[in-house]
């Protein structure tokens, strides 16, 4: 049970936006200068409290300001999804939980990703006795379904421009809670079948404009449809549209996900 709210689950999206964040450096439209909170859109990244292992997947750039602005102190794991610079740049910001837990944090993703991550972060990698004051991780390449807390968690690659990422199932006594598919072009059968009825799926969502790596609102939604979802949010969000606007535009089911959006299954 999640220690906070006393349900099964909580999850929170730490970071809604695509890979430069939104407001985007420099930009002068709309949404960039928005005072809606909802368009202020940090690089994409999840926590999840099962009441057992709270974890994250992926460590964003904005990592330290997410964890402080939504008062998590502790992370006991975390998902990757890929290597790409939005997704891991805020590996270095983990020292902290380190130090609180005093243990070399388990990281699991699939083996290229962390052969770059080790590659990027050499000194999270080194063998040393003693975590702390220092960032240390203890990298487990998956590839299948495995046990994190009470949950199952089911790695679901899905094709990403050239590259394959990792979106990730979380099941607990056979329900299928939460489905996490933030960077992909195209979600493929099978996974379709995989998480098909899952109760809440958080998926890339990138703009209306097709892109070659990313799945554009309509296709998000399409994908919605063919699973099935119970509730959907977008994810890995533009500046191309507001907060707003993009909720009007929406069916019921369906929403975008903002900064601090938290989720939670009972
Ligand atoms: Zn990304
Ligand atoms: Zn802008
Ligand atoms: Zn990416």
């Given at each position: 049970?999640?220690?906070?709210?006393?349900?099964?689950?909580?999850?929170?999206?730490?970071?809604?936006?695509?890979?430069?964040?939104?407001?985007?450096?420099?930009?002068?439209?709309?949404?960039?200068?928005?005072?809606?909170?909802?368009?202020?859109?940090?690089?994409?990244?999840?926590?999840?409290?099962?009441?057992?292992?709270?974890?994250?997947?992926?460590?964003?750039?904005?990592?330290?300001?997410?964890?402080?602005?939504?008062?998590?102190?502790?992370?006991?794991?975390?998902?990757?999804?890929?290597?790409?610079?939005?997704?891991?740049?805020?590996?270095?910001?983990?020292?902290?939980?380190?130090?609180?837990?005093?243990?070399?944090?388990?990281?699991?993703g699939p083996a290229s990703t962390l052969d770059?991550?080790?590659?990027?972060?050499?000194?999270?990698?080194?063998?040393?006795?003693?975590?702390?004051?220092?960032?240390?991780?203890?990298?487990?390449?998956?590839?299948?379904?495995?046990?994190?807390?009470?949950?199952?968690?089911?790695?679901?690659?899905?094709?990403?421009?050239?590259?394959?990422?990792?979106?990730?199932?979380?099941?607990?006594?056979?329900?299928?809670?939460?489905?996490?598919?933030?960077?992909?072009?195209?979600?493929?059968?099978?996974?379709?079948?995989?998480?098909?009825?899952?109760?809440?799926?958080?998926?890339?969502?990138?703009?209306?404009?097709?892109?070659?790596?990313?799945?554009?609102?309509?296709?998000?939604?399409?994908?919605?449809?063919?699973?099935?979802?119970?509730?959907?949010?977008?994810?890995?969000?533009?500046?191309?549209?507001?907060?707003?606007?993009?909720?009007?535009?929406?069916?019921?089911?369906?929403?975008?996900?903002?900064?601090?959006?938290?989720?939670?299954?009972?």
């Amino acid at each position: 049970m999640c220690r906070t709210t006393g349900c099964l689950l909580r999850a929170v999206v730490l970071g809604s936006g695509t890979s430069q964040g939104v407001p985007m450096i420099g930009c002068r439209c709309a949404v960039c200068r928005s005072t809606d909170p909802r368009d202020q859109r940090t690089r994409a990244s999840l926590y999840v409290d099962d009441g057992v292992l709270p974890f994250l997947i992926d460590t964003a750039t904005d990592l330290r300001t997410q964890c402080l602005r939504e008062g998590i102190a502790d992370v006991g794991a975390v998902l990757y999804t890929h290597h790409h610079a939005d997704h891991v740049l805020g590996l270095d910001d983990l020292r902290r939980f380190c130090e609180l837990r005093r243990e070399r944090l388990p990281i699991f993703g699939p083996a290229s990703t962390l052969d770059v991550l080790a590659r990027m972060f050499p000194y999270a990698f080194e063998p040393a006795a003693d975590a702390s004051g220092y960032v240390r991780l203890r990298p487990q390449a998956v590839d299948a379904p495995f046990p994190l807390g009470s949950l199952t968690v089911t790695p679901l690659p899905v094709p990403h421009g050239r590259i394959t990422t990792f979106g990730y199932l979380l099941e607990r006594d056979g329900r299928k809670l939460l489905a996490y598919l933030s960077d992909c072009q195209a979600v493929p059968e099978n996974i379709l079948w995989t998480i098909r009825s899952v109760e809440v799926l958080i998926i890339d969502g990138l703009r209306d404009e097709p892109h070659p790596t990313h799945l554009t609102t309509q296709e998000a939604v399409k994908v919605a449809r063919q699973v099935e979802a119970r509730r959907t949010y977008l994810t890995h969000l533009t500046h191309h549209k507001s907060h707003r606007h993009r909720e009007a535009e929406l069916p019921e089911d369906v929403a975008p996900a903002f900064d601090g959006l938290s989720i939670t299954l009972c």
